[in-house]
């Protein structure tokens, strides 16, 4: 896991992300129809992160930490680490989402939160189908739902996970992501 920091990886995750929202309306799966999701993982602004085994681009996100909620600069109840805009790699999303999952559950103990926040589109009714089996396999893997919103005309349902340090995951997941200041916040993105 490591930030995109050349031109070329941020192509690769904007062709990632175009190829992640074209097979989900190929699927006639939820996804966002308001944004120019692409255009964002050409910021420098934004901390787009991927996951890579190989060379080869897996998954990207964008990382947004939580204000806390208690004295300046602590990470005290409600204050999370968020995951924005998750796409993986079409045909692979299982085991993609249990590295992720792994991943974003220790790197919010590393930075002393309490657990990871994230969202996902859902139809108006998703306790069917393709979202309800998506739904289950999150939560088999430690996500709980937390409720639904409507952000921007669209409907998500939110997500929580508990951080949780697991040192043996460094053997499995290399982490070159930057542990940022404590300064840094950012809650407006989603994921998918």
Same mark, same amino acid.
């Given at each position: 896991?490591?930030?995109?920091?050349?031109?070329?990886?941020?192509?690769?995750?904007?062709?990632?992300?175009?190829?992640?929202? &074209?097979?989900?309306?190929?699927? &006639?799966?939820?996804?966002?129809?308001?944004?120019?999701?692409?255009?964002?993982?050409?910021?420098?602004?934004?901390?787009?992160?991927?996951?890579?085994?190989? &060379?080869?681009?897996?998954?990207?996100?964008?990382?947004?930490?939580?204000? %806390?909620? %208690?004295?300046?600069?602590?990470?005290?109840?409600?204050?999370?680490?968020?995951?924005?805009?998750?796409?993986?790699?079409?045909?692979?999303?299982?085991?993609?989402?249990?590295?992720?999952?792994?991943?974003?559950?220790?790197?919010?103990?590393?930075?002393?939160?309490?657990?990871?926040? +994230?969202?996902?589109?859902?139809?108006?009714?998703?306790?069917?189908?393709?979202?309800?089996?998506?739904?289950?396999?999150?939560?088999?893997? &430690?996500?709980?739902?937390?409720?639904?919103?409507?952000?921007?005309?669209?409907?998500?349902?939110?997500?929580?996970?508990?951080?949780? +340090?697991?040192?043996?995951?460094?053997?499995?997941?290399?982490?070159?992501?930057?542990?940022?200041?404590? +300064?840094?916040?950012?809650?407006?993105?989603?994921?998918?």
């Amino acid at each position: 896991m490591r930030s995109l920091r050349t031109d070329a990886e941020r192509a690769e995750a904007v062709a990632l992300v175009e190829d992640r929202l &074209g097979w989900l309306t190929r699927h &006639g799966l939820p996804k966002p129809a308001g944004a120019d999701i692409p255009e964002l993982f050409w910021s420098k602004e934004l901390r787009t992160v991927g996951l890579f085994e190989d &060379g080869l681009l897996l998954a990207c996100m964008i990382l947004g930490l939580e204000a %806390g909620s %208690g004295r300046e600069g602590s990470a005290e109840t409600g204050s999370r680490l968020l995951l924005h805009h998750v796409y993986t790699l079409p045909e692979h999303p299982d085991d993609i989402v249990r590295l992720i999952t792994l991943w974003s559950s220790d790197y919010a103990a590393r930075l002393d939160r309490p657990g990871v926040r +994230a969202e996902t589109y859902a139809p108006r009714e998703p306790n069917t189908g393709p979202t309800r089996r998506f739904l289950d396999r999150l939560q088999e893997m &430690g996500w709980t739902v937390t409720g639904t919103a409507a952000l921007f005309g669209e409907h998500v349902i939110r997500l929580e996970l508990r951080a949780e +340090a697991r040192p043996p995951l460094l053997l499995l997941i290399r982490c070159e992501v930057p542990l940022p200041l404590p +300064a840094s916040s950012d809650s407006k993105g989603r994921t998918s």
